[in-house]
């Protein structure tokens, strides 16, 4: 196999997603965008390069342990909101984490837009 560029770049809003969930899991181990504590609550919010305010709202919880190419892995569901400028999302994802390295194997997320927010 030969290395190639990727032929599209994330979404914005993509990359942060999948930010937010390696954060979720992995607290403290942020490289992409900084996603800041709102004071008080349980959001954390940062800045879009195209100038939109995100706030995301997640949890995990453990899924069921697995083995790939005899490596013990865990799996991890994480779940919330967020909300980008006036439109909500609801985030879901699901991941496999070796459990020695703490590398993420595989994550599948998904954002489905829920509508605007009220002003």
Same mark, same amino acid.
């Given at each position: ?19 937010? !969930? ?36 997640? %949890?995990? %919880? ?15 569901? !994480? ?12 985030? %879901? ?10 590398? !993420?194997?595989?994550?599948? %997320? ?10």
């Amino acid at each position: 196999m030969i290395w190639q560029p990727p032929t599209r770049e994330l979404d914005p809003l993509a990359a942060l997603v999948h930010e937010a !969930v390696r954060t979720q899991v992995f607290p403290g181990e942020a490289f992409g965008f900084h996603l800041v504590p709102v004071p008080g609550e349980s959001w954390r919010e940062t800045v879009l390069p195209d100038g939109r305010q995100v706030r995301i709202r997640l %949890s995990a %919880s453990p899924a069921a342990q697995t083995q790939r190419e005899r490596r013990a892995c865990a799996g991890i569901h !994480v779940s919330g909101e967020m909300v980008a400028g006036d439109m909500g999302y609801r985030v %879901s994802a699901d991941l496999v984490v070796d459990l020695v390295t703490r590398a !993420v194997l595989a994550c599948d %997320s998904r954002l489905e837009a829920v509508g605007r927010t009220r002003p």
